[in-house]
């Protein structure tokens, strides 16, 4: 889910592509920071209107003024045109094309007359993500270490410059360092949602004030009575092993994990065995899950449409069939398709929503992400998904990659045919 593209620039550093440095939205200020690491940017006018059906000829004779001029202050001999419009039927072998990073001989130099692309410039230890859009110059040195990405849904059109063509074959870096940051996801038609659970269709509270607790207070009662059934037996050795202490008795293993509730840490066994004594209390009535009246309608209302709806949580997947099982407004289950947690990869990291994407069954860029924390977002738009960002009790500063919403009420969700 995107906003009308514009100028930008957002540097984060190299090792990390969840941390934004620096935001610049003024071409005159991205204009500055870029050319401290010797690239040209420039703002200007591509004033002429270009028909749908316009060659590389008809684009160059609207700019022919232009063309003449930068081929003369520069020595380009040659130029032409790349143009994509939404939907052509090759956009992704296009697009596949330049993801990865690479260099080239020969300087790239390009300006957009129409629609907008995302350069990735890896210099300095920094990785500067450039939008450009019409009305934008850049000009890349040689050997200059890079990727370029068109979007899922590509339409633009740019003159290329060239001095010797032959010099801009791709020189690939082997670097995977693009798997790490923020794909150009254009808003478009979904066949799947993944949300996540907390502070997105559920109360903060509810998990931090209700359930965690109540798993606190009776987890060492619950270890105690059930500590040598098969299930339980096989969650307490898991714990072992994440602690590294194979000996340690039950009354032991339940110590440490209050000790890792203390911590908050995200540890597959202790959410296991939370969920089991969840499951005690749903069973026994001693509470019901929490569902904003929002998240419920809507989606009932996706799952009516055909939108395949799955959870991503933290929680343990047997935690999220027991809290959609029990909610204020019923039985949920039958909505969900699938259920992903920790078991499938960290939340925060690109890897975990390209493994979901591939159990899916569609591309990245068909599925729309759900979530309330901004690194889970992050990780979810480096795979390629479209996002949404939930911020129910006031607003934060915007972010520019990912839409601020309030509600489910205010998220845009076509169905794809």
């Avoid at 129409?114 to 990735?120: I, K």
């Avoid at 339409?155 to 410059?161: T, V």
């Avoid at 092993?241 to 890792?260: I, K, R």
Wanted: proline share 3%; with cysteine; aromatic share 12%.
């Amino acid at each position: 889910m995107t906003a009308t593209p514009q100028s930008s620039l957002t540097i984060y550093a190299e090792n990390d592509a969840q941390t934004i440095l620096e935001h610049l939205t003024d071409g005159d200020q991205i204009a500055a920071r870029l050319a401290q690491v010797g690239i040209v940017f420039e703002r200007w006018n591509a004033s002429a209107q270009l028909a749908d059906d316009a060659d590389q000829e008809a684009v160059l004779a609207a700019y022919a003024d232009d063309v003449a001029r930068i081929k003369a202050d520069n020595g380009f001999q040659s130029v032409d045109v790349v143009r994509l419009k939404a939907g052509h039927p090759d956009r992704k072998t296009f697009r596949q094309k330049f993801l990865a990073e690479h260099t080239h001989a020969e300087d790239e130099v390009r300006f957009f007359v129409e629609g907008s692309g995302w350069f990735y410039l890896h210099l300095d230890g920094k990785v500067f993500v450039t939008q450009c859009v019409r009305n934008d110059f850049i000009h890349v040195p040689a050997g200059t270490e890079h990727w370029f990405d068109m979007g899922n849904q590509p339409e633009f059109a740019a003159i290329r410059f060239f001095t010797n063509p032959e010099g801009w074959v791709a020189q690939w870096t082997d670097n995977p360092i693009a798997l790490s940051f923020p794909m150009y996801v254009h808003a478009e038609p979904v066949k799947a949602i993944v949300t996540d659970i907390e502070g997105t269709t559920s109360s903060i509270s509810f998990v931090k004030d209700v359930l965690f607790p109540y798993a606190k207070e009776n987890l060492v009662a619950y270890v105690a009575a059930n500590g040598t059934q098969p299930q339980v037996a096989a969650i307490l050795d898991q714990a072992r092993a994440e602690a590294g202490q194979a000996d340690l008795s039950n009354d032991a293993v339940a110590a440490l994990m209050l000790t890792w509730i203390d911590e908050d840490r995200k540890v597959t066994p202790l959410k296991a065995l939370q969920g089991m004594i969840w499951e005690k209390g749903y069973r026994d009535g001693d509470f019901q899950a929490h569902l904003y009246n929002d998240a419920h309608q809507h989606l009932q209302q996706w799952f009516e449409a055909g939108i395949a709806l799955y959870i991503f949580s933290s929680g343990s997947i047997k935690a999220q069939h027991l809290m959609f099982e029990h909610t204020t407004f019923g039985d949920l289950r039958p909505w969900f398709k699938g259920y992903f947690d920790t078991t499938t990869g960290p939340k925060k990291e690109a890897e975990s929503y390209r493994k979901i994407a591939a159990e899916i069954g569609v591309d990245a860029h068909e599925i729309l992400f759900l979530s309330d924390v901004v690194a889970e977002l992050d990780g979810a738009r480096a795979a390629g998904m479209q996002t949404a960002w939930l911020v129910r009790d006031g607003q934060q500063a915007a972010h520019p990659f990912h839409t601020q919403v309030d509600s489910f009420n205010t998220i845009k969700v076509t169905a794809a045919s």
